[in-house]
């Protein structure tokens, strides 16, 4: 499991690489599994079930994609863009500008209080 500190590390290394060398060394991360805490960045209805979701992530420069049903998440329809979200899934595919994620699950993570 990929964990928030490994991908730090991950993506430093691939953005470390020569890049034509890059995709390849994305490739490597595909179909493993993360669990990651990210900020909500937007969302979109794709259906009538479905919602496409993205996300940023402190490792990378990335934008995280996901599709849900928003069913499974009510509490989705009241996020605010940079909401803190515990995400845990499997990456099924890496681009020079975004991590898709497959078999999502999603839940809230709450703030501190001062």
Aim: a negative charge; aromatic letters at 8%.
């Amino acid at each position: 499991m990929i964990t928030t500190d490994d991908a730090v590390r991950i993506f430093s290394e691939i953005e470390a690489r020569p890049p034509l060398m890059r995709a390849k060394a994305r490739a490597t991360h595909i179909g493993k599994e993360v669990d990651w805490t990210a900020t909500f960045f937007s969302g979109e209805p794709e259906d009538e079930q479905r919602v496409f979701l993205a996300f940023r992530h402190e490792a990378s420069d990335k934008m995280i994609f996901t599709r849900v049903v928003m069913a499974d998440y009510p509490w989705l329809q009241s996020m605010q863009r940079g909401a803190l979200v515990r995400l845990h899934g499997r990456i099924s595919d890496i681009g020079p500008l975004t991590i898709d994620l497959k078999a999502a699950s999603l839940s809230p993570v709450a703030e501190a209080v001062p």
